[in-house]
């Protein structure tokens, strides 16, 4: 008990100042709009309607949780840092995203009855699939089933504490042209990470279907018949564009979870 305390008013300390009232800010919108919670890595950022991130520091529990100026009405993204979707019900990762989501849900900036996407899943396939599939010499599809199976459980457990639960599908990344960076490792070519890009939205879209969670993914139109990325659609090679709305608008989501719109 006294650990828990004591963290807390580490994490009231450390919140305090901007990010205290950037925190009030985006509760403040939340509420007033019943907007969309989108949680996951950096490309949630993608839901908050701006082609340069600004991210706001909105709280810290282990580690800096962040958010953003917002401009479209209907969204309110939170990045918790580069999570996988192999960890995501796994506590005690380098990144602690299971316990940031346990945060958010403590300090009611998620509540039951919230509509909540998350979006995970690229950093698994850029980084990791691929070097998997190779080192344990299995087939990649192998691999994608054992962090699909670890991801739904999270969702599952999401769902079972009466969120109203959807997941962006996973875009892909990184054309074999992009130069190397140690901010986002690259694991495989393009063709090779592409094809466990759409193996994953696929696969992960029919566990949803399953499990009455919504899903939406634009991942198959981010991929020219060549099985390359269609980089006008991208920021960097690995976020999206602001342009990539007019998919995103023409892709409804399954199991009827909302009608996605930017007016």
Not at 186 to 192: K, L, P, S, T
Not at 202 to 213: D, M, R, T, V
Request: aromatic fraction near 10%.
């Amino acid at each position: 008990m006294r650990s828990v305390l004591l963290q807390d008013f580490i994490d009231y300390i450390r919140g305090k100042g901007s990010s205290g009232s950037a925190r009030e800010q985006w509760v403040k919108r939340h509420h007033a709009n019943r907007t969309i919670i989108v949680i996951g890595d950096s490309h949630s950022y993608f839901f908050s309607g701006q082609e340069v991130i600004r991210s706001k520091k909105m709280g810290y529990h282990h580690g800096v949780i962040n958010s953003s100026d917002n401009l479209l009405p209907t969204f309110s993204p939170i990045h918790i840092g580069p999570v996988l979707a192999y960890n995501a019900n796994t506590y005690g990762t380098k990144t602690m995203g299971r316990e940031k989501v346990d945060y958010l849900i403590k300090k009611q900036m998620i509540e039951r009855g919230d509509q909540v996407m998350f979006c995970y899943g690229e950093i698994d396939i850029r980084n990791h699939v691929i070097r998997q599939t190779a080192q344990q010499g299995i087939p990649m599809e192998s691999v994608v089933d054992r962090v699909l199976a670890n991801y739904l459980s999270f969702l599952v457990s999401m769902r079972d504490k009466g969120l109203r639960v959807a997941c962006w599908g996973p875009t892909p990344s990184f054309p074999d042209a992009a130069i190397p960076s140690d901010a986002f490792p690259v694991h495989g070519d393009e063709i090779a990470r592409n094809k466990a890009t759409l193996y994953f939205n696929e696969q992960l879209g029919h566990l949803c279907q399953k499990n009455n969670i919504g899903f939406a993914s634009i991942a198959a139109k981010l991929i020219d018949d060549r099985g390359r990325i269609r980089q006008n659609y991208f920021v960097d090679g690995c976020h999206l564009s602001q342009k990539a709305w007019p998919l995103v608008v023409q892709e409804p989501f399954a199991n009827g979870w909302c009608d996605v719109s930017c007016d």
